[in-house]
């Protein structure tokens, strides 16, 4: 054989290269083996069961809430069931071209505009990056089946059976029901919120939010087998959801029923409580609101309107959260202050000419009516303003100057009673302090004035209080002295009715009073309501249950109507329930607050009530 000596040999360094190029192609046909190997061998049984799991959706079942009853066992708060249409965010069109055709078709069969649409999914995705968004809550039938049979046509588009809050008995007790929606983001990290996932609804306001976690149940879900382009092949194992506890209140629904007619849709709220144990058999404010409206994705453009001022701030729960001027209503409070504080005696007499002229200030009763030489007792039954004008002058300037401040504290006013009800508000009892600070902050025209104790004596000026609080005031008076907490819930029961969980009254703060003090003040309250010249007593004359009560009338300034109050304390003289009366623009306490007290009283007591228009002749309020 002969070879060319001309042809080329392999250097070292053309050796070198195809060996390193040789190995480095081997390493790589190695660890792709190797991978091979790991992924088949290996790791094969997990990953058969994460295909496996592809081909399986897990679909959430919702979970009833607890019903609500009142303490008869009749429903306040009940379930309904709806169809609600959804979208999931990872299923949608990525194409925004095809993304607005989809929610131009949803728009066409679920009568909303296009730009809605687009916008609530916005939102809740921001909210909720990772969970659905709900389109329309409460579809009808006929237009879920629609979608679900062009499903193609539909993408990402989502049918869910969800259990919608009913409310039977619409406005009345609006405000202590409370309304249920969306968890928020922020709620999501709170431990009360534990378990709940993202789209869930839970309890945003009253009873609803105070005990969310014993009406809201457990989510069920159903596991369903899909091919390949998503559809459902057969349900494999469903996992039932756990419906959520029933909630007895301690509510009298007739009661609660009584307060609203007697509110006759005028800006105001009631109270109605056991003055022993904190009970409230009955609280509401007007105007009230259809909480079913929040049993669907409420819209933005309705929520304003309910929470608008110019409406009259449905949304405000006026028997926790109003704050007012009392008026005469807080006369006993300045009585209770100073017999307590050694500034009288009951039978201390007191001149009232009509007015009285502090610093340059003349303070008159209402349409300046004398009523002469007074004791307490009498003060109170026609209301002198004079004689707690006196008062409040001499407690400004006893001891530390804070003797009304620290007895109406005491009693729970300017402070929040804590009922089961969330956002309560604290009020506002002023004092020297108060006002020279926001005086020195440029706030306010003045400092502190002995007039300022002055008004406070009879429930004017700066003062803010809600009815609750008189509430508790007077209850404290009625029982011999103890604060009690106003509550709404009673107990927690299974579906059968039985109970898991009792709510026991919490421990009353006791005052120190001296019994003849409550006792004087009971019977000038009595005397208001029964006695010839009472401010009350043509309100209740024929009333057959005794009643002691406390008319209020409370400037609010120039061109604004007066607030009316009024509250009651029956049976004298043994005080079972307060009543705590008021309204924004009633004029009166006698006119409008006492007369809505005895209509709600008549229910509390099953008997009638038939009050006469009152109009004071000899000014008192």
């Keep these: ?54 081909r399986v959706r897990e679909i ?114 609006a405000h202590l029901f409370g309304t249920v929606g969306e968890v928020t983001a922020s709620q999501l990290r709170q431990e009360r919120y534990r378990g709940v996932a993202g789209g869930d609804r839970v309890g945003q306001s009253g009873v609803e ?27 494999l194992r469903v996992r039932p959801p756990k419906p959520g506890n029933e909630l007895r209140l301690t509510i009298d629904l007739d009661v609660q029923e009584a307060g609203q007619r007697a509110l ?16 409230v058999r009955a609280l509401g404010s007007s105007p009230s609101f259809d909480p079913n409206i929040f049993a669907k994705v409420i819209k933005q453009a309705d929520y304003d309107r309910l929470a608008a001022v110019e409406n009259g701030a449905p949304l405000a729960n006026r028997a926790t959260q109003g704050l007012y001027p009392t008026g005469s209503t807080f ?14 005696e009951p039978a201390t007499p007191i001149y009232d000419g009509g007015s009285l002229k502090v610093g340059g200030v003349e303070f008159k009763n209402a349409r300046g009516t004398k009523f ?43 402070r929040t009673t804590g009922i089961d009800l969330p956002a309560e508000s604290a009020g506002l009892v002023p004092s020297p302090e108060w006002r020279n600070r926001l005086f020195r902050k440029g706030l306010i025209d003045r400092p502190w004035t002995e007039g300022d104790n002055i008004n406070l004596a009879v ?8 009815p609750l609080q008189m509430a508790v005031a007077y209850a404290a008076i009625a029982n011999g002295g103890y604060i009690v907490q106003p509550r709404l819930g009673q107990r927690i029961e299974d579906a059968d009715g039985r109970a898991l969980q009792e709510f026991e009254a919490s421990t009353r703060r006791k005052l120190k009073l001296a019994p003849k003090n409550l006792q004087v003040i009971l019977d000038g309250l009595r005397q208001a309501a029964a006695s010839p010249g009472g401010t009350s007593e043509p309100v209740f004359k024929g009333f057959p249950i005794p009643v002691a009560g406390k008319t209020g009338t409370a400037e609010k300034g120039i061109g604004r109507a007066d607030q009316s109050w009024y509250v009651a304390l029956a049976p004298y003289p043994r005080p079972r329930y307060v009543v705590a009366v008021t309204f924004e623009q009633g004029g009166f306490g006698a006119e409008t607050a006492a007369p809505a007290a005895c209509r709600i009283l008549g229910s509390v007591f099953d008997v009638k009530c038939r009050p006469k228009k009152v109009i004071p002749s000899n000014g008192a309020d």
Excluded: C
């Design 60 to 173: 959430k079942v919702d979970a009833p809430r607890g019903k609500i009853i009142d303490r008869e066992g009749r429903i306040l708060v009940d379930n309904r069931v709806g169809l609600a249409v959804n979208v999931t965010p990872n299923k949608l069109p990525h194409n925004q071209r095809l993304k607005t055709e989809l929610y131009a078709r949803l728009a066409d069969v679920l009568s909303l505009s296009r730009t809605e649409i687009r916008t609530s999914v916005r939102e809740q995705l921001r909210a909720l990056p990772f969970s659905t968004a709900t389109v329309k809550q409460d579809v009808k039938l006929p237009v879920v089946q629609y979608i679900l049979e062009n499903q193609e046509r539909f993408p990402g588009v989502t049918v869910e059976r969800v259990f919608l809050r009913s409310y039977p008995r619409r406005t009345v007790g």
């Design 331 to 344: 006369k006993p409070v300045t009585a209770l202050a100073a017999l307590e504080a050694g500034l009288i």
């Design 209 to 235: 939010y105070t005990y969310d976690r014993f009406v809201r149940g457990i989510d069920g879900a159903s596991r369903v087998q899909v091919d390949a382009l998503g559809k459902a092949r057969g349900e």
């Design 459 to 466: 429930g004017q000026g700066d003062v803010q209080i809600n």
């Design 264 to 279: 006759a849709g005028s800006r105001g709220a009631f109270v109605v409580m056991d003055v022993k144990n904190g009970e």
């Design 372 to 414: 002469g030489t007074l004791s307490l007792r009498r003060a109170l039954a026609v209301s002198s303003d004079v004689f707690f004008y006196r008062l409040g002058l001499e407690a400004n300037s006893a001891g530390d100057g804070h003797t009304l401040q620290r007895w109406a504290t005491r009693l729970g006013l300017g």
């Design 1 to 54: 054989m002969y070879l060319d000596s001309r042809s080329p040999t392999i250097t070292p360094q053309l050796a070198l290269r195809v060996a390193i190029i040789g190995g480095i192609a081997l390493m790589m046909f190695g660890a792709i083996l190797f991978r091979l190997w790991y992924l088949q061998i290996l790791s094969g049984d997990r990953y058969l069961a994460e295909a496996n799991d592809n």
